[in-house]
């Protein structure tokens, strides 16, 4: 079995002033979509696009996902405890974000910039959707470094044992997240929109991929202990990503029957 190899969760202490991995992997994640979205302009895969129209999608982006992913995990995972804490909302470097909150919260922002730029609502979706998985593998190997959000008890030879947790080997679901949800997910659109594609046809291979992905990996995930049982057996990132993967498949099904009739 593996043993967790503890990581210090500060990368930079200068003075009263720390540095978090957790963050740092937030700025990574930006990083990356930045250099992802210029990549794909200066090839010309999508006409109309500027490094200027990037940084104005940036400024609403950083604080939609940011916002977004903090008030999900209150709203969704902790309301009671955060009402009982409330000065703890903003202590996000002690991890707390909800995926499914920093989606909505994208939508949200998604919507604004569409609406400002005179863009169709889709195709914006359809650019961002391949550059948003490594910065989602970011932020996993952030929980992993944090170590939380471990794994069921496993038999597995690969199982990690978390001596902060117990001494039961445990899936590694961090790094199962990274995997699918970051590099799996990144590659399979990656290459999907390489060549045109029928409007939100890419965006609704996000909802799928995410949300199969997410919701096959929540089975290797140790449900979080605060929450009740929910309907099923099921977890909350299970309820969460099934709309998800059921709104994908209606829409790729939409965009395709869509271009048919156009021709």
């Not at 863009?119 to 391949?130: E, K, S």
């Not at 593998?137 to 117990?166: C, K, Q, S, Y």
């Amino acid at each position: 079995m593996i043993v967790y190899p503890h990581i210090d969760p500060v990368a930079l202490s200068i003075g009263k002033f720390s540095i978090h991995w957790y963050g740092l992997m937030y700025l990574i994640a930006f990083l990356i979509f930045m250099i992802l979205a210029r990549y794909r302009i200066k090839k010309g895969r999508y006409p109309g696009w500027t490094s200027e129209n990037v940084d104005d999608l940036m400024f609403y982006g950083v604080l939609a996902v940011v916002l977004g992913a903090r008030l999900g995990y209150v709203l969704f995972y902790k309301p009671a405890y955060y009402f009982d804490h409330p000065w703890e909302v903003f202590q996000v470097w002690m991890g707390g974000m909800s995926f499914h909150g920093g989606f909505l919260g994208v939508l949200i922002a998604v919507t604004i910039y569409a609406y400002r730029h005179r863009r169709h609502w889709f195709d914006v979706t359809d650019f961002i959707a391949p550059l948003i998985p490594l910065g989602l593998a970011a932020g996993r190997l952030g929980n992993f470094i944090n170590g939380e959000l471990w794994g069921r008890p496993t038999n597995a030879d690969w199982g990690m044992i978390f001596p902060h947790v117990d001494r039961l080997p445990r899936h590694p679901s961090q790094l199962y997240e990274l995997s699918l949800e970051g590099i799996a997910l990144f590659l399979i659109l990656w290459f999907f929109s390489k060549s045109p594609k029928p409007r939100a046809a890419v965006s609704g291979l996000f909802l799928i991929g995410y949300g199969a992905f997410r919701f096959l990996i929540e089975f290797t995930r140790q449900p979080d202990a605060f929450l009740p049982p929910l309907p099923l057996h099921l977890t909350m990132g299970q309820w969460l990503s099934l709309p998800m993967f059921l709104a994908g498949v209606v829409m790729m099904i939409a965009a395709y029957r869509i271009a048919a009739k156009k021709g």
